[in-house]
């Protein structure tokens, strides 16, 4: 039901944190009533043809939130990765980072051990066999072997078994959550950090497919596929899902050119799971974190880091405060002041793009046709050239330049053949210059004005 041919859906590692952040706060119930609320904001979204805005989100703001997820994914791994004996981490970045600090001491070296080979094995895993045996899952399988071959001492290394008791095997039963309006009134934040972030990564994921296998994606089929499935996902206990870039080049790279590809992924999985659930059990937590540990070193845009000072001083500012919204705060916030910052620079980019000058008989303006070259002014007229858009942004332009003349002329032109565009604002301030002159005995003539 897609907008792409051959995108992979499913829960990627963006969404590890935000919803461990909003189960942790509202409980589980809740976080797939924020699911099922997102589907219906996706589906919507997309009914109402609003794929095609997502491309307006400045670079800047979903490079900076990428790069603070990645972050984020790293810190929650940093607990297994290094065997740390902490009861419980926090959730807020800061102080999770406090207290893992404090419990440096306590690193379980057969851990470390486990996990820094499994992350060599991901990472220097031979790209001529990635193709059909990806290197996370070499490590996955040598890393439950190794720990189980060792018959180290429980509790030595911990397990998915040791920790949550292993993986049900079989289908999970449909069941609706518990529903209330005190709850909901609670949950739209939420859902629409959940909306915004499947959003955008499903439509970047079909992106990236477009360009691997020469196609155009259907943006709004694309979020309407994903609010169904996000809406009837939280119905059998799954979480949020999109589409997921990594899976979706690999899909590619085995040369996947259709949507049945998408379809045999999704009951391989099933039958993963139907046979192999026991085995998960005894699956180290250790190699795990060394997957996400990888999953978050290319998930992040570090690049963007060197070339800050190569991009305009509101870019990077707009970079750096969207990646550290999302470290500290969230990624809600990260996104929305992220867009107010970019959308307020951007006008202030548009409004130094307005130029308003005075022109006489020996400036040559607008081509040989227009121009006041060998034509005589009188002397109480004066001739103001507009170029660019004449909105809220630059109206205080034309007040400091009028303010600027010793006396008012009986006649103000105002050539406006390269004024773009003009918002109420702008119009407003023409119409207020108008009757200013006019309960003066003076006049305003507007010279070549666009009708639209």
Same mark, same amino acid.
């Given at each position: ?11 990627? &590692?963006?969404?590890?944190?935000? /919803? ?6 509202? &409980? ?32 800047? #703001?979903?490079?900076? =939130? ?33 207290? /893992?600090?404090?419990? /440096?001491?306590?690193?379980?070296? +057969? ?11 991901? $990472? ?29 001492? #429980? ?19 449909? !069941?609706? +959550? ?57 119905l059998f206990g799954g979480i949020a899902a999109t ?21 045999? !992924?999704? #009951? ?6 139907l046979v192999a659930a026991p085995l998960a059990k ?14 978050? =070193? ?26 550290? $919204? ?18 307020? /620079? ?23 046709? !227009? ?26 332009? $034309? ?14 032109? $105002? ?34 004005? !666009?009708?639209?």
């Amino acid at each position: 039901m897609g907008g792409t041919k051959v995108s992979i859906g499913g829960p990627t &590692g963006a969404f590890i944190v935000i /919803l461990f952040g909003i189960g942790a706060k509202y &409980g589980f119930d809740n976080l797939m009533i924020c699911t099922i609320m997102a589907g219906g904001l996706l589906l919507t979204m997309g009914i109402a043809r609003m794929g095609t805005m997502i491309k307006y989100i400045p670079y800047p #703001v979903t490079m900076g =939130f990428t790069s603070g997820i990645a972050v984020l994914i790293f810190s929650t791994q940093i607990k297994d990765f290094l065997g740390l004996r902490v009861e419980k981490v926090p959730s807020e970045f800061v102080e999770k980072m406090r207290v /893992l600090g404090e419990h /440096l001491g306590t690193v379980q070296w +057969p851990t470390l051990a486990v996990a820094a080979a499994s992350l060599a094995i991901i $990472l220097f895993w031979p790209k001529k066999w990635q193709r059909r045996v990806p290197g996370s899952i070499v490590a996955l399988v040598l890393g439950t072997l190794g720990v189980a071959l060792l018959n180290l001492p #429980v509790g030595t290394i911990e397990t998915i078994g040791s920790r949550f008791g292993g993986i049900p095997q079989g289908l999970p039963t449909p !069941h609706l +959550p518990q529903i209330s309006w005190d709850n909901i009134q609670h949950l739209f934040q939420p859902a629409m950090t959940i909306a915004l972030l499947a959003a955008i990564e499903s439509l970047l994921c079909a992106v990236v497919a477009d360009g691997m296998v020469d196609d155009r994606h259907d943006a709004n089929q694309e979020l309407m596929a994903q609010g169904l499935a996000n809406i009837i996902c939280p119905l059998f206990g799954g979480i949020a899902a999109t589409g997921a870039i990594a899976r979706t080049a690999t899909n590619v790279k085995s040369g996947a050119r259709t949507p049945v590809a998408g379809i045999i !992924h999704a #009951v391989t999985l099933l039958g993963i799971i139907l046979v192999a659930a026991p085995l998960a059990k005894f699956v180290p937590l250790a190699t795990l974190s060394a997957v996400l540990v990888n999953v978050a =070193f290319h998930m992040g845009e570090w690049h963007n880091f060197s070339r800050l000072r190569k991009w305009p001083v509101c870019d990077s500012a707009v970079f750096l405060s969207a990646f550290a $919204l999302t470290v500290v705060v969230d990624l809600t916030a990260a996104v929305e002041i992220g867009m107010v910052l970019a959308a307020v /620079l951007f006008i202030k980019r548009s409004s130094e793009t307005t130029q308003i000058m005075a022109v006489d008989e020996s400036t040559e303006t607008e081509g040989s046709q !227009h121009s006041l070259v060998g034509k005589e002014v009188p002397k109480e007229v004066m001739i103001y050239r507009m170029m660019g858009a004449f909105f809220f942004g630059a109206v205080d332009k $034309l007040e400091s330049v009028l303010k600027r003349l010793n006396q008012e002329p009986e006649v103000l032109i $105002l050539r406006m053949r390269k004024v773009v565009a003009m918002d109420a604002t702008g119009l407003n301030a023409l119409e207020d210059l108008y009757e200013k002159l006019r309960r003066r005995g003076k006049h305003l003539v507007l010279s070549a004005p !666009h009708t639209n």
